[in-house]
């Protein structure tokens, strides 16, 4: 697999650039698969996929597809670590950069919808973190639990409660962070309006019927376990993985460790569960990626005028 090596400076400029997004199991690496790896390279915007040993629930693009077309942004954190936004910015800003020195074009590719709208816009206005007040409120999720934490969380700040997953520990922490802080709740906060760094991209969505959508998931869920998901998960636990870790609130993850809580694991009822979650994650994801007012849709069975838009933008763009 190439290495894809990034200089520590951050990007002048954002253009040219290209954002790929759509629902979970859409087909964007099929897409990619048709690229030319001369022209583009990827920085991949999914917030599991940058974990290392998490690569068939994550659904990473084959090795062999790596191989041939620069990835940036995989396997750059263990899954016990915290990988934030603010996180996810720099890094791929630095990538941008790279990709931009190499003479290729950057494609901002994957399904986490709010690493596009900060990567494009930026951190919200909220204020920054306070160590005396993150110590307070890790000290009472210790102390109360993790549910206790998500029910205060719905309960001060519906919006965030209802968006941010009860396994989710960093994002309940900083949303419960910001309102002891300001005593205002995190989604009260803008976004900046304006794009960071006069940023211009082509915004490429990816669409399939519904209930094609849906079978497509269904049809992945049992390739990953054919592909050897429990084997990976068994894996994990070796390490000693629990939920607790960042990555594993990853659908495709957790699901295994609320099957270890109950007691009660089949093969079929896990599956049936990611399918599920994947179903309703994909349906949010759209719901997400269509405040995108400038975003160009396709089907994603329809390769031709997504090239051709490409092509286009190349041109416009003199590459």
């Not at 329809?302 to 286009?312: F, K, M, T």
Request: with cysteine; net charge negative; aromatic share 10%.
């Amino acid at each position: 697999m190439k290495s894809s090596s990034i200089p520590p400076t951050k990007p002048k400029a954002f253009v040219p650039i290209i954002f790929l997004f759509g629902p979970t199991g859409v087909g964007k690496t099929e897409l990619l698969s048709n690229l030319d790896p001369s022209r583009f390279a990827v920085v991949n915007a999914d917030s599991i996929q940058v974990y290392r040993h998490l690569d068939i629930g994550s659904a990473k693009a084959p090795a062999e597809l790596r191989s041939r077309l620069d990835h940036y942004l995989i396997d750059i954190r263990d899954p016990w670590t915290q990988f934030t936004v603010a996180d996810f910015i720099e890094e791929a800003d630095r990538a941008v950069e790279a990709i931009g020195h190499s003479g290729k074009v950057a494609l901002i590719v994957g399904g986490t919808a709010f690493y596009y709208k900060h990567f494009l816009y930026g951190l919200s206005e909220a204020p920054p973190s306070d160590g005396q007040v993150r110590n307070d409120v890790q000290a009472l999720i210790e102390d109360r639990g993790r549910a206790w934490a998500h029910a205060y969380l719905c309960e001060v700040d519906p919006v965030s409660g209802k968006r941010i997953h009860i396994n989710d520990t960093y994002r309940i922490s900083r949303a419960l962070e910001v309102y002891l802080q300001s005593g205002r709740p995190l989604s009260s906060y803008d976004l900046p309006t304006t794009p960071r760094g006069g940023m211009q991209p082509l915004i490429i969505g990816l669409k399939r019927p519904t209930e094609l959508l849906h079978l497509r998931i269904a049809q992945r869920v049992e390739q990953m376990f054919d592909d050897g998901l429990e084997d990976e998960i068994r894996c994990l636990l070796s390490m000693g993985a629990d939920e607790s870790w960042p990555a594993l609130v990853g659908i495709g993850y957790r699901e295994f460790f609320t099957a270890l809580q109950t007691g009660e694991y089949t093969r079929a009822m896990v599956a049936q569960q990611i399918v599920r979650n994947s179903s309703a994650y994909a349906k949010r994801q759209m719901t997400f990626f269509k405040s995108f007012a400038d975003a160009q849709w396709f089907d994603a069975a329809d390769l031709g005028p997504i090239i051709e838009a490409l092509e286009s933008y190349l041109q416009s763009v003199g590459r």
